[in-house]
């Protein structure tokens, strides 16, 4: 998937070919992607809803040629290269503004916090993951966890206002995964909140505490893999 990273720049090339297709010149954006094995390419949705709509709604105007190729120990390229395939009726039905997101948060200290109706609680110090979803506004509902100063109404703005802003991760999908990805994060935490987030569904928590920064654990970099990436094409983790 590409990018890794917002490209404002990116976007903006895209729709500079399409302008320049209405005077009938063609125009196209080559990847090349440094894996042999790689089978399929789409455009970073959770990262840069923005380009990836883009260069969905551009596929019809300009070339889109995303192309696997090896290179050798001396960078050299193999003559093996295959083209990739675009799924892009998944790309369609994915990018949109809403979905599921991963919010890490970080305490420096032991504290007690007021949690709302769950009461006063008391947090160990350490990175701690929400699982949480919006339906619609994904990106503005992500921004608002970024923000510290806001009307406290979900149990995590309570953690919020008292714990440092780490990183949020958008799961972009149509797909209820809210649940399931709580689950998932349970198997690889090193504690749980009992309770938090979880008030409309039989979830035990939606909250799970590690020691260690969690963006540095194989662990749970393999679990956005699979939320953003291989579920798609998988039956199961």
């Known amino acids: 998937m590409f990018p890794d990273a917002v490209t404002a720049r990116g976007k903006r090339h895209v729709e500079e070919l399409v302008e320049l297709s209405a005077t009938r010149k063609a125009g196209a954006v080559l990847f090349l992607i440094c894996w042999p094995k790689a089978e399929f390419f789409m455009p970073e949705y959770h990262t840069d809803l923005e380009f990836s709509r883009t260069l969905l709604s551009a596929k019809d105007k300009i070339s889109v040629i995303p192309l696997a190729v090896e290179m050798g120990k001396d960078l050299s390229l193999a003559s093996r290269v295959r083209t990739l395939e675009i799924p892009w009726g998944l790309v369609e039905r994915e990018a949109e503004n809403r979905g599921s997101y991963i919010l890490i948060l970080r305490l420096p200290a032991r504290k007690n916090i007021e949690i709302g ?34 009307n406290l109404f979900w149990h995590v703005d309570y953690l919020r206002a008292q714990a440092e802003f780490h990183w949020a991760l958008p799961i972009r999908t149509g797909d209820d995964l809210e649940c399931e990805l709580a689950s998932a994060l349970r198997k690889i935490a090193g504690w749980e909140v009992p309770g938090f987030g979880s008030s409309d569904c039989s979830c035990d928590s939606h909250l799970f505490g590690m020691t260690k920064d969690p963006l540095h654990s194989p662990e749970f970099i393999a679990l956005l893999q699979y939320f953003r990436m291989d579920r798609l094409f998988t039956s199961s983790p």
Request: proline residues 0%; glycine residues 8%; charged residues 35%.
């Open 117 to 150: 109706k769950l009461g006063r609680l008391q947090f160990k110090a350490g990175y701690y993951l929400y699982a949480g979803s919006a339906q619609k506004s994904l990106t503005q509902r992500l921004e608002r966890h970024r923000r510290e100063r806001k």
